[in-house]
Every structure is written in C-alpha cells, then in structure tokens.
C-alpha cells in the first residue's frame, strides 16, 4: 500500500514536470517569482517523498530511487531557470549528493 502512495507522489512529480516542459514558452513562465515558486514546490515534494519514503522501519523507498529522484528534481529545476551545461553538470552533482546522503539529513527530520 505505501509503495502505491510514492507511486502515485512520484508521477505527480515527473507529470508536473512534464507539464513545465510542456508550457515553456508560455509567458508566465518568464516570471522569476513563478520559477521560483515551482522550484520550491518540486523541492518541498522531493523532501517529502523521501521523508516519508525512508522514515518507516520497514522502508519504502531504496537508496538508489531517492538518488534519481533528487537528480530528476535538480536537473527539472537547472531546466526551469534556462541553464547552461555547467548547470546541468552542477544540478546533477547537487542531485546526487541530496539523495545519497537523504538517510542522514532524513534522521533530523522530527515527524508528528
């Protein structure tokens, strides 16, 4: 059953960023405050699919699909501000340090 809620979280992450891609030369797209409210929101939903995914004694998600959820979300966001490949190679660098390293800053997380 929790396989099928990160399931479900994990395709409304990869189809809001397919929306995105499918939207890029809309105008509102151009507004810096809306990237950086999506960028958040792609953050946000990344902490909490990992969050959630690893906090269980029984754990829900491996280390390998939170390392490629964490560069799927950093390379959606390099995409978001128009970067350069030295972007990307950072974005997928960063991506991979988030989700290899989530175990340890997930410990800190307190949940209710």
């Given at each position: ?22 939207f890029?030369?809309v ?6 405050t ?6 958040a ?11 959630f ?12 699909g ?11 966001i ?15 660098m ?10 340890k ?5 307190q949940?209710?």
């Amino acid at each position: 059953m929790a396989m099928g809620l990160w399931s479900l979280l994990g395709a409304i992450l990869f189809g809001g960023v397919f929306a995105l891609f499918a939207f890029w030369r809309v105008d509102v797209v151009d507004s810096q405050t809306i990237r950086g409210v999506i960028a958040a929101f792609l953050f946000g939903l990344y902490c909490a699919i990992v969050i959630f995914g690893t906090s269980d004694k029984k754990r829900s998600l491996t280390l390998s699909g939170q390392t490629l959820l964490g560069v799927a979300m950093a390379c959606a966001i390099a995409a978001l501000f128009g970067a350069i490949s030295e972007g990307y190679i950072l974005a997928v660098m960063v991506g991979l340090i988030l989700g290899f390293t989530a175990d340890k800053w997930v410990a800190h997380v307190q949940l209710p």
